[in-house]
Nanobody
Framework: VQLQASGGGLVQAGGSLRLSCAVSGAIFRINAWNWYRQASGNQRELVAAITRGNSPYYDDSVKGRFTISRDSAKNTLYLQMNSLKPEDTAVYYC?????????WGQGTLVTVSS
């Protein structure tokens, strides 16, 4: 499985960005589609997730502002980020889980200026 993330950039506080993650490989075996982020000096944290048969998960810090979605026809995972805050600044990683195996994209930098 290969993942290619894109869409990061510099945005002012209050602005929006949409991250994309193109996934190729054994798509049919994927159990969970996730977005993580890692700010400088912090541990990587789960931001949002879609799992089969369950409602999307959002970290409390992004609820109401971020939306995770997936386009099955394009095999692409998205993260729509609205009302961005400086504390959202981080490298964002897409991630999928196949059984007990996890696969990561290369990360895309999001910088929110105040």
């Amino acid at each position: 499985v290969q993942l290619q993330a894109s869409g990061g950039g510099l945005v002012q506080a209050g602005g929006s960005l949409r991250l994309s993650c193109a996934v190729s490989g054994a798509i049919f075996r994927i159990n969970a589609w996730n977005w993580y982020r890692q700010a400088s000096g912090n541990q990587r944290e789960l931001v949002a997730a879609i799992t089969r048969g369950n409602s999307p998960y959002y970290d409390d810090s992004v609820k109401g502002r971020f939306t995770i979605s997936r386009d099955s026809a394009k095999n692409t995972l998205y993260l729509q980020m609205n009302s961005l805050k400086p504390e959202d600044t981080a490298v964002y990683y897409c991630n999928v889980r196949l059984g007990t195996e996890y696969y990561w994209g290369q990360g895309t930098l999001v910088t929110v200026s105040s």
